[in-house]
T-cell receptor
C-alpha cells in the first residue's frame, strides 16, 4: 500500500479556500486517492476520491497531479464547521481496506 | 436508514475481562471493518469482512476476534482485556468506494 505524507496542521480563514496537500509518491497505477475527515470524537466522514482526473462534489474538489504523486483537496469556502482532521488515503488492494496516516489538522478561524 | 450503529458508547473494563463490541448496519453492505484509534493517532484496521461468513485480519488483529454470521452484524470480541486495548473503536461498512463509519465505542481498560 502506498504511503501518504501530509502536513500535521494548517490554518485557514473562514470564507477562504482551504488547500490541503498530500504526497503519495509511491502510488501504483490502479490505486485511488481518498479523502476522509474526522471532526472531533466522531467517526470519519467520506469526502471525495479520484484516480487520475480532477474530481468535484458538493463538499470539495480533488486535484491530482499528472504523475499522480501528489494531490490537493480544496474546500472552496471554509467554514468553522470544517475544522477537523483530514486524512489522505491510498486504498489498499485487499478488501478495500483504508490505511490511515496521521492526517492534517485543519483549523478554520473567524 | 440508521446507517452504522455501535454499542456501547463507552465501557470500562478490568484487566482480563472480556466483552463484545456490537456493530450493525442497515444498508445491506457486504464489506465491513473494525478500526481502533489511539489518542492523537490515525485509525488502524483490526479486522474486516467481505461478506457473511468471511473475515480477514487487518494491521492490528492480536487480542481480538470477529465473526460475521449475517450481513447486518459484525461484532468484535475482546477475550482478555489489556491496558493496551484502551482506545476508541470504530466500525464501518462500505459500498462502492465509500466507507460509512459508526459513532465509535470508547473503551477504557484499567
Amino acid at each position: 500500500d502506498a504511503k501518504t505524507t501530509q502536513p500535521p496542521s494548517m490554518d485557514c480563514a473562514e470564507g477562504r479556500a482551504a488547500n490541503l496537500p498530500c504526497n503519495h509518491s509511491t502510488i501504483s497505477g490502479n490505486e485511488y486517492v481518498y479523502w476522509y475527515r474526522q471532526i472531533h470524537s466522531q467517526g470519519p466522514q467520506y469526502i471525495i476520491h479520484g484516480l487520475k482526473n480532477n474530481e468535484t462534489n458538493e463538499m470539495a474538489s480533488l486535484i491530482i497531479t499528472e504523475d499522480r504523486k501528489s494531490s490537493t483537496l480544496i474546500l472552496p469556502h471554509a467554514t468553522l464547521r470544517d475544522t477537523a482532521v483530514y486524512y489522505c488515503i491510498v486504498r489498499g488492494n485487499q478488501g478495500g481496506k483504508l490505511i490511515f496516516g496521521q492526517g492534517t489538522e485543519l483549523s478554520v478561524k473567524p | 436508514n440508521a446507517g452504522v450503529t455501535q454499542t456501547p458508547k463507552f465501557r470500562i473494563l478490568k484487566i482480563g475481562q472480556s466483552m463484545t463490541l456490537q456493530c450493525t448496519q442497515d444498508m445491506n453492505h457486504n464489506y465491513m471493518y473494525w478500526y481502533r484509534q489511539d489518542p492523537g493517532m490515525g485509525l488502524k484496521l483490526i479486522y474486516y469482512s467481505v461478506g457473511a461468513g468471511i473475515t480477514d485480519k487487518g494491521e492490528v488483529p492480536n487480542g481480538y476476534n470477529v465473526s460475521r454470521s449475517t450481513t447486518e452484524d459484525f461484532p468484535l470480541r475482546l477475550e482478555l482485556a489489556a491496558p493496551s486495548q484502551t482506545s476508541v473503536y470504530f466500525c464501518a461498512s462500505r459500498v462502492g468506494e465509500t466507507q460509512y463509519f459508526g459513532p465509535g465505542t470508547r473503551l477504557l481498560v484499567l
